[in-house]
Nanobody
Framework: QVHLVESGGDLVQPGGSLKLSCEVFGIFVTMDGMGWYRQAPGKARELVARIMKDDTLYYVDSVLGRFTISRDNTKRRVYLQMNSLRLEDTADYYC???????????????WGQGTQVTVSS
């Protein structure tokens, strides 16, 4: 069974930086998209950034130029470097991975348990 473990969430002042990390555990034969979502209190979960197997990138407009997503397939990790953090970046951040458990199975979507990022002065 594939499962994800996030780390790196913390309390940070506006303008500060954090780096989130997500490690993928379990057995799978291929992994495609790896991404980060976030959910602020009272709001819907939104896709923040995604990196595909071919390194195609996506960022939501609000984080362009401030956040950088990267992946290390050898270490089974995906990272989110967050700079120039704003109050509105406060949310629970969730790792999301698409992986196929075996050759005969399609890609499935897996979620981490979330890590809290609080931006406050």
């Amino acid at each position: 069974q594939v499962h994800l473990v996030e780390s790196g969430g913390d309390l940070v002042q506006p303008g500060g930086s954090l780096k989130l990390s997500c490690e993928v555990f379990g057995i799978f034969v291929t992994m495609d998209g790896m991404g980060w979502y976030r959910q602020a209190p009272g709001k819907a979960r939104e896709l923040v950034a995604r990196i595909m197997k071919d390194d195609t990138l996506y960022y939501v407009d609000s984080v362009l130029g401030r956040f950088t997503i990267s992946r290390d397939n050898t270490k089974r990790r995906v990272y989110l470097q967050m700079n120039s953090l704003r109050l509105e970046d406060t949310a629970d951040y969730y790792c999301n991975v698409q992986a196929a458990p075996s050759l005969n199975q399609p890609l499935e979507t897996y979620w981490g348990q979330g890590t809290q990022v609080t931006v406050s002065s």
